[in-house]
Nanobody
Framework: QVQFVESGGGLVQPGGSLRLSCVVS????????IGWFRQAPGGKERQGVS?????????YYRDSVKGRFTISRDNAKNTVYLQMNNLKPEDTAVYYC????????????WGQGTQVTVSS
């Protein structure tokens, strides 16, 4: 079983920044990519936000966050980070850390999520 400990969410004003962290532990696949997806209030569709490849460190972002969000990972700590700058109200959502077979592929496991609220 895979466990996730997500942290770093909160309330921030538009234009502000937050840094999300996710520590992964437990029985993980031999190979996996890792990333974040989000779900906005009202049961809106889940959106992939960003992903980082284990094989070569390639990073992927949805268009609306490019240039504002940066994903990184520390393999020694089994931790992935999402630095979010210039946050906008439309970024408000629960953010989930997840592992994937490959970035863009099937989502295998994910955590409980951390709330990010962008509001003045």
């Amino acid at each position: 079983q895979v466990q996730f400990v997500e942290s770093g969410g909160g309330l921030v004003q538009p234009g502000g920044s937050l840094r999300l962290s996710c520590v992964v532990s437990g029985t993980t696949p031999d190979y996996y990519d890792i990333g974040w997806f989000r779900q906005a209030p009202g049961g809106k569709e889940r959106q992939g936000v960003s992903c980082i490849s284990s094989s070569d460190g390639s990073t992927y972002y949805r268009d609306s966050v490019k240039g504002r969000f940066t994903i990184s990972r520390d393999n020694a700590k089994n931790t992935v980070y999402l630095q979010m700058n210039n946050l906008k109200p439309e970024d408000t959502a629960v953010y989930y850390c997840a592992i994937y077979e490959v970035c863009g592929g099937r989502r295998r496991n994910w955590g409980q999520g951390t709330q990010v609220t962008v509001s003045s």
